[in-house]
Nanobody
């Protein structure tokens, strides 16, 4: 069964950096819209960043200029480099392969797949 596995979360002080990784089936990466999302308990899961169909990157306003999304040359790992972390960045971070992403429908994507999440905690 196709799956995604995140890693790289942890606890840092404000201003610090972390790099998240998401590894999974290469088929998902090549056929689905890949992105990062985050969720705080009691709140809706929110968009963080994605790689669009045309290869361009999109970011939530709250993380723009601080986070960078990228994909490995091997094609089965997604990264999220996070700089200048703020306490508001504290959340569970999820990697996702989605049928619909960035206004595009990925017809060959088998289904939405979410990772189990990796916790990022930023202290002041």
């Amino acid at each position: 069964q196709a799956q995604l596995v995140e890693s790289g979360g942890g606890s840092v002080q404000a201003g610090g950096s972390l790099k998240l990784s998401c590894t999974g089936d290469r088929y998902l990466f090549s056929t689905c819209g890949m992105g990062w999302y985050r969720q705080v308990p009691g709140k809706e899961r929110e968009f963080v960043s994605m790689i669009k169909r045309d290869g361009t990157r999109a970011y939530a306003d709250s993380v723009k200029d601080r986070f960078t999304i990228s994909q490995s040359a091997s094609g089965n790992t997604l990264y999220l480099q996070m700089y200048n972390l703020k306490t508001d960045d504290t959340a569970m971070y999820y990697c996702a392969a989605k049928l619909r992403s960035g206004g595009y429908y990925y017809a060959n994507c088998p289904r939405d797949v979410w990772g189990q999440g990796t916790q990022v905690s930023v202290s002041s």
